[in-house]
């Protein structure tokens, strides 16, 4: 009788709480607070592979970078067009926004409309969903009275993951929540776009940003809440974007400042991370769905799904008849006859349980009033996991910001959006108070974005449109030295012409085209020990070379390098050779050779006019030089006058060289073809070997001179065209090419920033090829662009410095240092530190981009110049093609990242019928000299 009366009661008791029932049941989907935990672990865990370039590939979560930099400032203006798509409803919207100033937050106005999708368009084609979008939009055009003759900028809210590499761009990754229109995954969304737009015709759109909603309900939010900076969405779908330190974000240059993060946490679980959580229903919901195994967290959470897995809960039940007495109707097996907006219904603070009742009796069941108890305990353990997983998600999201910011605790507001956070009577409540519970130590306010994400995405497309603007005039700043393959072809021919003209000229030219007295490249049987001396750059050089069997490799060089202060560059003539005079002496002191009277070649980095190989009148300084009463004499003289005045050693000064020249003869050492010397430094130039021939201006040597070769000729009647050549007797010209445009030949093509750097030059006409190519003045044209840029508050928030109104700062060190592609932006940053430009991250990436314009330039018109170089001996020798070597030397060409490949580059293109190979020179021009001097004296010794 007590037992019978225990199971009466336990039965009883058991229809009194039909809750209980359902709880034990439903026990799995039950998440404790240390659960939650435990998953706020591994997914921030998730996060982090998310983000990091090695595990990325394989992540789950794929963290992607949004391109979005900065919340809302009140500066962002404009009338935008925008589109809402991937939402439960697709919007065409028009938001116009007013600029705030001050404390005065900026105005927002929207008008919209609901298109709906018809349900074919799902699943149909890309093209035909995108005709929709567009056509849509175009009837919004119509209706609202919108001109459609003006461009409109457009906003693209588009709730799906893209990978994007600018605001403007973005390739989807795949499908997820109720989308799979073919033909679009791994496409660009926005050009797709644009398409579709094309297509319709009839309106003129500029498709500026396109953004993911969770990105667009972070920055509607964030107009009226500085703190906001992360967004929140659950709707059909779920996720989740937040502001990330650059530098945690490996697939985005730059290290410095906040992007936002879109982190796609819908796909948490899809490599099995969640696979102790999943019930029998998830996995259910799952399998039915349009992408099974993907987005494993939305489907235990999101709107779309939340409704079927009440159904499939309350089905089990029905049919273990634990509910229904065992009854089940069609309707109850049928997919999508619970939606969220039931689920809602159902947990509805007064009459929860008389709709749930409504929703069973409307699926042709009869439930009692335990059932509708039983059945709204499904609806609330299902819905209340959602909140539980969503609020695990946000803690591990608010405690990686934190962390990041070094912080105990954490103020920070959550903009949120979506049906299920909207319309759930329930819902926002409990997901704050668990978040609240889990991590205590963050105060965190949830607001709703009021008129969905749009808002959002037309700030961002503002700042967008801001930065192309800027964009724009940047170009337009650059566009002068931006040169046209036409241009570059008449640079070439303007070279040629002047190389002509110069070696008819007995009077002055442009380019000078000076006889060197040089004859020949070395052979490999100069020998001996020679003192190689070099003025040029901004050293003085002391070398000892000793020519072993002529084999350079082997000789042994002995060298000092002493700077040359500006006082002698620029003081007078006598303390200039005075000075090299005693940097002589200290090295044959130090070389212990003061009483051996050595051969000597002077490397004098400098156009002289020569009679001979060991005299050379100063025609002009060039570069940093200027000493007085030196222009019109004889260097080596006045060397020799300073040795004398010193009165300490005695040199045998047997030859003066120019460094092209000398360039050119040591690396003709290593590889016979070399017979251009080219210099791109301090200064640049080029030497080269020309036949006598054609040097009219150098009459009487001539006729000895061809006499000569033309016994030579006799020897070797035979031999192939090609090789004729080496019979011609030839001579070095040190062209000076530096001085091409000193007529004003080049005026087309020199920009204001150039004749700036002229002017303020020590020797304002002059040499302007060299002012546009050579390391000391690269550093002076990009000063002026940055200047100009400045001045138009492009640059360093419009504030031009004394730093940047300083001339010279910008060595050729430097701006290969700017240039180099392994430096990361804030490197960049730190390189105009030293040089005192305060730069934020934006104007380093613009200080780059100017000094890329400026070396480009300076490369390709180089190569332009080389160009006819080569020509002119490929002619010269009457070939279809020539090959050749060119020696070279200089800073710009050995330190820059890219001079010496645009160079390159471009001489291939000008020069197509010439192959040309170029050869660094090892020991310096100042070897060279040596071998000339080798050379020379040979020739006295014969
Ligand atoms: C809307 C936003 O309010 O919410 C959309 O404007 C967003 O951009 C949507 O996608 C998400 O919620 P649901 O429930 O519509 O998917
Ligand atoms: C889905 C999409 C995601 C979007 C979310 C909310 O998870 O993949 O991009 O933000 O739904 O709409
Ligand atoms: C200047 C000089 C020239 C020299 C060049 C490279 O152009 O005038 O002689 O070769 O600089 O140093």
């Known amino acids: 009788m007590f037992a019978v009366h225990l199971v009466v009661s336990f039965f009883s008791k058991l229809q009194e709480d039909p809750t ?18 435990d998953i706020s672990a591994r997914f921030q865990a998730e996060m982090k592979k998310g983000l990091s370039a090695e595990s990325n590939a394989a992540a789950a979560v794929k963290m992607l970078p949004t391109h979005v930099h900065s919340t809302p400032d009140g500066s962002e203006k404009g009338h935008f067009l925008a589109l809402d798509l991937g939402g439960s409803k697709f919007k065409v919207l028009q938001v116009k926004v007013r600029e705030g100033t001050g404390v005065r937050r900026g105005g927002v106005e929207m008008e919209e409309k609901t298109y709906p999708i018809p349900e074919e368009l799902l699943t149909g084609s890309g093209k035909e969903l995108f005709d929709h979008v567009s056509e849509s939009l175009k009837d919004f055009l119509h209706e609202k009275k919108i001109s459609v003759e003006k461009k409109h900028p457009l906003a693209l809210t588009f709730s799906f993951p893209c990978e994007q590499s600018a605001l403007n761009q973005g390739l989807l990754l795949n499908w997820s ?4 229109a073919r033909g679009v995954q791994g496409k660009d969304v926005v050009q797709a776009l644009r398409e579709a737009v094309n297509r319709t015709g009839g309106m003129d759109v500029e498709v500026l940003a396109m953004v993911n909603d969770t990105v667009a309900t972070m920055m509607t939010c964030g107009f009226d809440d500085r703190y906001c900076e992360v967004g929140l969405i659950v709707g059909s779908g779920t996720n989740a974007c937040y502001m990330e330190e650059l530098h945690h974000i490996d697939l985005v240059e730059g290290d410095e400042g906040r992007m936002c993060v879109n982190t796609e946490w819908g796909a948490f679980g ?18 039915a769905s349009n992408n099974p195994g993907k987005q494993i967290l939305e489907k235990m959470v999101s709107g779309m799904y939340l409704g079927e897995l009440v159904r499939l809960v309350v089905l089990k039940m029905a049919k273990l008849g634990l509910l229904f007495e065992g009854q089940v109707s069609d309707a109850l097996r049928t997919k999508g006859k619970i939606t969220t907006a039931h689920v809602a219904a159902m947990e509805e603070y007064k009459h929860g349980l008389k709709n749930t009742r409504n929703i069973l009796v409307d699926l042709d069941l009869s439930p009692t009033p335990d059932d509708c108890i039983a059945v709204q305990r499904v609806s609330t353990i299902v819905s209340f996991r959602s909140s539980n997983l969503v609020a695990a998600g946000l803690a591990a999201i608010l405690t990686q910001i934190r962390q990041n910011r070094h912080l105990r605790t954490l103020r920070i507001t959550v903009g949120v959006d979506g049906t299920v956070y909207k319309t759930h009577p329930r819902y926002a409540n409990r997901l704050h108070k668990v978040v609240q519970r889990l991590i205590p130590e963050c105060h965190v306010r949830f ?17 967008a449109q801001r930065l192309a603007s800027q964009r724009r005039q940047v170009d337009e700043t650059l566009s002068p030295l931006r040169l046209s393959g036409e241009q570059l072809l008449l640079v070439k021919k303007r070279m040629r012409g002047a190389l002509e003209a110069g070696l008819k000229s007995k009077g002055p030219s442009a380019v000078k085209m000076l006889p060197s007295y040089v004859y020949q490249t070395p052979d490999g049987t100069e020998h001996g020990k020679y003192l190689a001396l070099g003025l040029g750059g901004t050293n003085f050089r002391a070398l000892l070379v000793d020519l072993k069997k002529g084999l350079l490799q082997n000789s042994r060089l002995n060298h000092k390098i002493y700077p040359t202060p500006v006082e002698i560059m620029q003081g007078s003539g006598e303390e200039l050779f005075d000075h090299i005079a005693q940097c002589v002496g ?5 070389m212990g050779m003061k009483s051996a009277r050595l051969p000597a070649g ?9 009679a001979g190989i060991d005299t050379g009148t100063l025609v002009s300084w060039t570069k940093r030089f200027k000493a007085t009463d030196c222009e019109g004499h004889d260097v080596v003289g006045m060397l020799r006058e300073a040795i004398k005045r010193r009165n300490e050693f005695d040199l045998d000064i047997v030859s003066v060289v120019n460094d092209t020249v000398g360039t050119m003869m040591s690396c003709a050492c290593e590889d016979p073809q070399c017979e251009i010397g080219l210099i791109a430094g301090t200064g640049t130039n080029v030497c080269y070997m020309e036949e006598l021939k054609n040097i009219e201006k150098i009459e009487q040597e001539k006729g000895q001179m061809e006499r000569e070769g033309e016994e030579k000729q006799d020897d070797g009647a035979e031999r192939e065209k090609k090789e004729e050549h080496a019979g011609i007797p030839k001579m070095c010209i040190n062209t000076e090419w530096g001085g091409l445009g000193d007529d004003g030949f080049l005026d087309d093509i020199i920009t204001h ?18 002012k546009l190519i050579s390391g000391m003045y690269l550093g002076e044209v990009v000063r002026q662009v940055l200047l100009n840029l400045t001045r138009g508050g492009l640059l360093f928030r419009g504030q031009v410095t004394e730093a940047l109104k300083t001339p010279g700062i910008f060595h050729t060190k430097y701006l290969s240092q700017i240039e180099s592609d392994r430096l990361a932006l804030l490197q960049v940053r730190s390189v105009l530190q030293q040089l005192g430009l305060d730069s934020t991250c934006d104007d380093s990436i613009i200080v780059k981009e100017v000094c890329g314009a400026v070396s480009h330039r300076a490369a390709q018109l180089c190569g332009a110049g080389l160009a006819a170089v080569v020509d002119k001996i490929r002619e010269n020798r009457g070939l279809d093609h020539l090959d050749i070597t060119v020696g070279v030397d200089g800073s710009l060409y050995k330190l820059h990242p890219h001079f010496s490949g645009v160079l390159q580059q471009t001489v291939k293109m000008l020069a197509p019928q010439c192959t040309v190979s170029f050869l660094p020179s090892e020991g310096g021009s100042g070897t060279g000299a040596a071998l000339t001097a080798a050379v020379a004296r040979k020739k006295l010794e014969k």
């Open 20 to 37: 209980k029932k359902v709880d034990r049941f439903m026990y799995a989907m039950h998440l404790h607070d240390d659960q939650l935990s």
């Open 602 to 610: 002077f490397t004098f980095s400098f156009p002289c006019e020569q």
């Open 753 to 770: 920033y150039d004749s700036e750097v002229d002017q303020n030059s020590l020797n304002p006409g002059k040499q302007r090829f060299e």
């Open 270 to 287: 899809d490599d099995g991370a969640l696979n102790d959580y999943i019930t029998e229903f998830d996995r259910e919901v799952d399998a």
């Open 177 to 180: 929540k109720n989308f799979r």
């Open 447 to 463: 607001v709703l974005s009021d008129g969905g994400s749009s808002k959002g995405a037309a700030l961002v497309t503002a700042v």
């Open 586 to 590: 200290d090295f044959l002191d130090y």
